[in-house]
């Protein structure tokens, strides 16, 4: 199994409050991502990282910022968050692009009450 | 843009019995393309991959075959097992999609004993 950890692995927050879920890596792969899961929309892509301070947005970015300043860490925060943005978040890493497979970390369960 | 489309679940059936999940995309160029799994309370984990036209990739006695003819890459298992409950997931990788994968809603897929 790829060495990805997520933490926490679920957290209750209030709407307004900041949140950061911590991906980590021991793969030294070069692109990271992080992921939604919702009933009915599969994956949806927040943010991905190219390397170390390389970042850029995905299709469902808004309310979310991320930082890479590690190779093995990518950091995702919610600023303020909002019940929209109760989710399984997922984070993914890669070697490369194209034809190389993503390898997926176990989860995080995020309710916003 | 790239697309994936799959046929809507829940899919139910019996043991041993002959599994078909349709997926069809859109894309741009020459796409990799893959079906990924996830079991319950997991990441996602790669399945299969073909990378090329009429490609077959295979694993765990499921195959799918790379039609670019008819844009499709279904996948097929000719007995299934209560232990391939799960969902599954077809998803794209092009050169127009960056080093991003494109993944289907997903099919949510329960073997009765």
């Known amino acids: 199994d790829a060495g990805i950890t997520q933490s926490p692995r679920h957290k209750v927050t209030e709407t307004g409050t900041p949140v950061t879920l911590r991906c980590h890596q021991t793969?030294?792969?070069?692109?990271m991502y992080w992921y939604r899961q919702d009933p009915g929309h599969g994956l949806r892509l927040i943010h991905y990282?190219?390397?170390?301070?390389?970042?850029d947005k995905g299709e469902v970015s808004d309310g979310y910022s991320v930082s890479r300043s590690k190779t093995e860490d990518f950091l995702l925060t919610l600023e303020s968050a909002t019940s929209s943005q109760t989710s399984v978040y997922f984070c993914?890493?890669?070697?490369?692009?194209?034809?190389?497979?993503?390898?997926f970390g176990p989860g995080t369960r995020l309710t916003v009450t | 843009g790239d697309s994936v489309t799959q046929m809507e679940g829940p899919v139910t059936l019996s043991e041993e019995a002959f599994l078909t999940i349709n997926c069809t995309y859109t894309a741009t160029g020459y796409p990799s393309l893959f079906w990924y799994v996830q079991y319950p309370g997991e990441g996602l984990q790669l399945l299969l991959k073909a990378t090329k036209a009429d490609d077959k990739g295979s694993n765990k006695g499921f195959e799918a075959t790379y039609r670019k003819e008819t844009t499709s890459f279904h996948l097929e298992k000719g007995s299934v097992q209560v232990s391939d409950s799960a969902v599954y997931f077809c998803a794209l990788s092009s050169d127009s999609s960056a080093s991003k994968i494109i993944f289907g809603s997903g099919t949510r897929l329960s073997i009765r004993p």
């Open positions: 993914a890493i890669s070697e490369g692009q194209g034809y190389y497979e993503q390898y």
């Open positions: 793969e030294n792969h070069r692109y």
């Open positions: 990282s190219y390397g170390v301070k390389d970042t």
